[in-house]
């Protein structure tokens, strides 16, 4: 027979896994304030500048984002003058998003923030601690349910 051990609730995997995701999400949207984007605006500009000129598939697949959450803030970036969705030569069903030239230096400020706010909230953390913690977070995110 099982015993079933009392847990504390702040020791509940999906809360500790809640609060920290708050406390990230938080941490980035405050990094790139500055710029007038949201945390996932930043993102999306992120990818963008990675990879530009894809179709609106490929960067919601990208990104792990869907396609009306997708289509928002592509219109908010769009409107910002930041991106544009243009006919896709190759496939007239398909659009291709790409970054403008101010984009581009906002995308440039975020691959920079990007980088200086993952080594800043990491701090702390041994090599081994943040390696671990990068892993587990991938597994974690590709675990199918």
């Known amino acids: ?11 509940c995997i ?7 995701s708050q406390r990230g ?31 609106s598939a490929e960067l919601g697949f990208r990104t792990d984002l869907d396609s009306a959450t997708l289509t928002g803030i592509l219109d908010r970036l769009e409107s910002a003058g930041l991106a544009e969705r243009l006919p896709n030569p190759d496939d007239r069903r398909a659009i291709l998003v790409h970054l403008t030239a101010k984009g581009r230096e906002s995308g440039s400020q975020v691959v920079k923030f990007m980088e200086e706010a993952n080594a800043e909230f990491v701090r702390g953390l041994s090599g081994e601690e943040e390696r671990t913690l990068r892993s587990t977070l991938k597994k974690i995110r590709k675990r199918a349910v």
């Open 1 to 11: 027979m099982l015993a079933i051990i009392a847990m504390k609730a702040e020791d």
């Open 14 to 20: 999906f809360f500790q896994l809640s609060k920290a």
């Open 25 to 55: 999400a938080r941490f980035w949207a405050q990094k790139v304030a500055c710029l007038n984007l949201t945390a996932v605006q930043a993102m999306v500009m992120r990818f963008l500048y990675e990879k530009d000129e894809i179709t």
